[in-house]
């Protein structure tokens, strides 16, 4: 495997249920990422961790809680979700560190399409 | 609120001539500029990264950046079909190494035969 992955592909729940979403990364990267996209919405950043620890929550309800044990990978776990997170979920990675003057190029993965009945 | 706007386009260009897309931002303190393309079903993957004002050129595509005017292009010449897209700009929020990347909503682009 090369790059950004991410199982399931495709995953529909009802809004009662749990479920797991997986990222890992195979480019020795150190900070991980989620991201949210809508339909007719701009990707919006909703978690970040950079060496395991998490570094930004973007006001992410408590329906979704990330859990990043290891610098390769990266998961959400979600329950009770509502009809409007239906979206596509991508992770994705970056060389990490902290300081800097520019931000690092962030690598995707394919995304899980979810769908919240 | 950091914002990132992008014409949504669909643009619509003959294939063989220059595709122009634009996108301004509101943080002047960013420092890095990143342009996405993103294939229906797809994720984004990068094409260009700019950093300083100018040009920077990859190939077919150049990317341009006037931090002055708050405002980054991309340039795509000898448009081909496969360049239908949608392309998204990317900007980190705040300056330095933050981690956070601020997207636009991404301009659809449309190259006939």
């Known amino acids: 495997e090369t790059g950004v992955t991410q199982t399931p592909r495709h995953l529909v729940m009802g809004m009662t249920n749990k479920k797991s979403l997986k990222c890992e990364q195979h480019?020795?990267?150190?900070?991980m990422y989620w991201y949210k996209q809508s339909a007719k919405k701009p990707l919006e950043l909703m978690f970040v961790y950079n060496f395991k620890e998490q570094t930004e929550n973007n006001s992410v309800p408590s329906r979704f809680s990330p859990e990043c044990p290891n610098s390769s990978h990266l998961f959400l776990h979600l329950h009770t979700l509502q009809p409007e997170d239906s979206a596509l979920y991508l992770c994705?990675?970056?060389?990490?560190?902290?300081?800097?003057?520019?931000?690092?190029?962030?690598?995707f993965g394919p995304g899980t399409r979810l769908l919240v009945l | 609120q950091k914002e990132v706007e992008q014409n949504s386009g669909p643009l619509s260009v003959p294939e063989g001539a220059i595709a122009s897309l634009n996108c301004t931002y509101s943080d002047r303190v960013s420092q890095s500029f990143f342009w996405y393309r993103q294939y229906s079903g797809k994720s984004p993957e990068l094409i260009m990264s700019i950093y300083s004002n100018g040009d920077k050129e990859d190939g077919r595509f150049t990317a341009q950046l006037n931090k002055a005017s708050q405002y980054v292009s991309l340039l795509i010449r000898d448009s081909q079909p496969s360049d239908s897209a949608t392309y998204l700009c990317?900007?980190?929020?705040?300056?330095?190494?933050?981690?956070?990347?601020?997207f636009g909503q991404g301009t659809t682009l449309q190259v006939k035969p």
């Open positions: 480019l020795g990267h150190n900070a």
């Open positions: 994705a990675s970056s060389q990490g560190g902290s300081g800097g003057t520019y931000q690092e190029t962030q690598y």
């Open positions: 990317a900007v980190n929020g705040g300056s330095g190494n933050t981690g956070k990347l601020i």
